[in-house]
């Protein structure tokens, strides 16, 4: 079904929502259901293969950038134009974070940021060190400006404004821009919610309508859905599921994870028993397409054939944000009252 044709049917889908229970069991709002496809990490391959398959077809899909990636310079990714290319297409860009992090890797909130317990070296003023209680470092930041990060103590003292973490016993020095007292040298280091709300401002200062956040590794948890809320109006994670309107939660889309050895078939075989079995919306979470790049990378022609059955088969094509308002006013208005006109007694 075209996508354009279908999003104005919402009205009248809406409307079928909140007939009597009965009636909604006979008569689907969504009859054949909806498929979203979703590409994580911005990568170039998405441009190359993925969007001409997708402009070929008429359809669109939902790219999860991560913020840091696209100006960045790296080829494997995809450029500040690029991106625009595929927003100009019709398809979705959503934030895939900014450092591509977990949230129990890094501190979760600004306030957890501050690094604490700083020493100066014995031998070096200008050198502190501390022991550093997260896995990872999302970034390390001294009056708002980014440390960079060396990997030996001899770069570490080559380079004014760096950083080191000793992974081995967890320790971490720093030669930060300015010293003075170990108790005020005022370092940072990146949390999630900096993931969230600087990926947000950098995407849209670049030019993109961003809304959506896609949690990178599929990993989410309830006090990061709440952190979310502040700046996105839905979140994507996994969980192999599909979407249904009475169990409907926009800060938890869920996704089926794709993998380069599934077969067309596969994936085919999702889409019949969720959304032409059950009337769901399916999401499938893609990374690399046509080459070797990224997170278990799928074939173009893989792809080509997943989309032209889809489309064969009329079964709306829709990105995040079009897919989760589609199925938000169903459950709003599957949750309306009925009046008693409307329900036999006895049915």
């Excluded at 129990?104 to 501390?130: A, N, R």
């Excluded at 103590?153 to 930060?176: F, K, M, V």
């Excluded at 809320?229 to 889309?253: E, H, L, Q, W």
Aim: hydrophobic share 35%; proline share 6%; glycine share 8%.
């Amino acid at each position: 079904m075209n996508r354009r044709r279908f999003l104005s049917m919402l009205p009248v889908l809406a409307a079928s929502a909140s007939l009597p229970m009965a009636v909604w069991a006979a008569e689907k709002p969504l009859p054949l259901g909806m498929v979203t496809f979703t590409f994580d990490d911005g990568l170039v391959s998405n441009y190359n293969y993925a969007l001409p398959i997708f402009k070929r077809r008429g359809q669109v899909a939902t790219a999860g950038i991560v913020a840091s990636r696209v100006t960045s310079g790296n080829n494997d990714y995809m450029n500040v134009d690029q991106v625009r290319e595929l927003e100009q297409s019709g398809w979705e860009i959503a934030s895939h974070s900014l450092t591509h992090s977990r949230p129990v890797q890094i501190p979760k909130t600004y306030e957890q940021e501050p690094v604490v317990g700083w020493h100066v070296d014995e031998k070096d003023p200008s050198h502190f060190q501390t022991q550093y209680e997260y896995e990872r470092i999302a970034g390390l930041y001294q009056d708002g400006k980014p440390l960079k990060e060396v990997f030996s103590l001899a770069e570490l003292a080559a380079t004014p404004g760096s950083y080191w973490l000793d992974r081995c016993i967890a320790e971490l020095h720093a030669r930060p821009f300015r010293g003075g007292d170990p108790a005020e040298i005022g370092i940072r280091a990146g949390s999630y919610q900096r993931e969230l709300e600087e990926s947000k401002r950098i995407l849209v200062e670049l030019g993109y309508n961003v809304d959506t956040y896609i949690a990178p590794h599929n990993y989410w948890t309830d006090d990061v859905e709440v952190i979310s809320k502040r700046y996105y109006a839905r979140a994507c994670t996994g969980r192999d599921s599909d979407n249904r309107p009475g169990s409907f939660d926009p800060y938890a889309v869920k996704r089926f994870m794709a993998h380069s050895k599934d077969t067309p078939q596969s994936y085919m075989r999702i889409i019949k028993d969720h959304c032409l079995e059950h009337g769901g919306w399916v999401v499938f979470c893609f990374h690399g397409v046509g080459d070797n790049t990224g997170w278990e990378p799928y074939s173009a022609e893989g792809m080509d054939a997943v989309l032209g059955w889809v489309v064969e088969q009329k079964i709306p094509v829709v990105t995040i944000r079009d897919g989760a308002k589609i199925m938000a006013e169903l459950k709003k208005n599957q949750n309306v009252p009925q009046t008693k006109s409307l329900v036999r007694k006895g049915s």
